[in-house]
């Protein structure tokens, strides 16, 4: 988030290692910030096959919301490349975070606007970001 990716990239084994010592949930999301590498490294498709990965395996520990913010980040590499049909496939995925107590209903505007504009094949990089922001700040 900071952008200072290849620091990010040089503690990166030791992250994975340390992480192995903790359980499932911390492994998968040392993959998700392999994801995020990827993407901040100009590396989309890379970037995009370990989110999907990430975004199915955050199935079986019931976590909507970190699951929408993967699917926004997927959603912003996909718009980037003019993709909408897949964005509005993966608008599909934030749906579950309108039933999350923890989020402010006020940091969920942008996301519905996000989700109906993609329904459209209308969404937008800045809404995308807009939208996964309000989500970051809402769960804590």
Known sequence: HLGRTDEAAELLPEVRARAAELGPLNRL???WLEGRLFAAQGLPSEAL??????QRQLAGFKLPCDAAIVALEMAILHL???RTREVRV???EVVPVFEVEAIERERLGAVRLFVEAARKEAATVAMAFNALEELRKGRG
């Open 29 to 31: 999301r040392v993959r």
């Open 49 to 54: 096959e370990r989110l999907s990965e990430v």
């Open 80 to 82: 980037e490349a003019g």
């Open 90 to 92: 993966l608008a599909e």
